[in-house]
């Protein structure tokens, strides 16, 4: 298997635009995280589904993101209109809880996302 | 919901010796807990983890140990070498059948050859 793939790995865009960030998850995995790292917040969970559907989306800031997966393979969270303190390491990671332990989080590569 | 305290931030330590990291978690039914190491412009990935009806656990020259009464776990990595210079965070993960993971904010170790 390849991994969690991610895209793109690099995103510079303007502030007010659409940012839409992919990921493809382990194929056989359960759940999916979207997270985000910066240095002053570390690593927040934003959002997690569970067979595609979303379960917890408290990490959310705000209405200005939002978070699909409408199927098993393919994952999309985007940021409109995006800000420059939007700008971070967004990780998509995935696992699989029926294998049992660990319940390992598989990361991707990461999207690093500068808004000027 | 869960909140999980790291210390220390940052540790500096001669190659050879050992270091220390050191987590508290909130949730009393949070039943596993993982590490995870992140190399500079890398991804994390899971190094070791324990559950919590264990009090320690081994791999090589890193270990982990589990007090659940005090609520609190730690990882021992021994006889430190250049190459476990990452940012290391440690993990809780309650009960209830879904996955969610609360990290720790990190610990920056670096080892000087």
């Known amino acids: 298997d390849a991994g969690v793939i991610q895209s793109p790995r690099h995103e510079v865009t303007e502030m007010g635009q659409e940012v839409t960030l992919r990921c493809k998850p382990i194929s056989g995995h359960d759940y999916l995280f979207w997270y985000r790292q910066t240095m002053m917040r570390g690593l927040e969970l934003l959002i997690y589904f569970n067979n595609n559907v979303p379960i917890d989306d408290s990490g959310m800031p705000e209405d200005r993101f939002s978070a699909k997966m409408p199927n098993a393979s393919f994952s999309t969270l985007k940021i409109q209109p995006s800000e420059p303190r939007d700008s971070a390491v967004y990780f998509c990671?995935?696992?699989?809880?029926?294998?049992?332990?660990?319940?390992?989080?598989?990361f991707g590569p990461g999207t690093r996302l500068t808004v000027t | 919901g869960e909140n999980v305290e790291q210390h220390p931030s940052t540790l500096s330590v001669q190659e050879g010796d050992s270091a220390v990291i050191k987590c508290t978690y909130s949730d009393s039914a949070s039943n596993y807990f993982p590490w995870y190491k992140q190399e500079l412009g890398k991804r994390p990935q899971l190094i070791i983890d324990i559950r919590s009806n264990v009090g320690e656990k081994k791999d090589q020259r890193i270990a982990v140990t589990l007090n659940k009464t005090a609520k609190h776990f730690s990882l021992h990595i021994t006889e430190t070498q250049p190459e476990d210079s990452a940012v290391y965070f440690c993990a809780a993960m309650g009960s209830g059948g879904y996955q969610k993971v609360t990290f720790g904010t990190g610990t920056k170790l670096q080892v000087i050859p």
């Open positions: 990671a995935s696992s699989w809880l029926a294998g049992g332990p660990p319940y390992e989080q598989y």
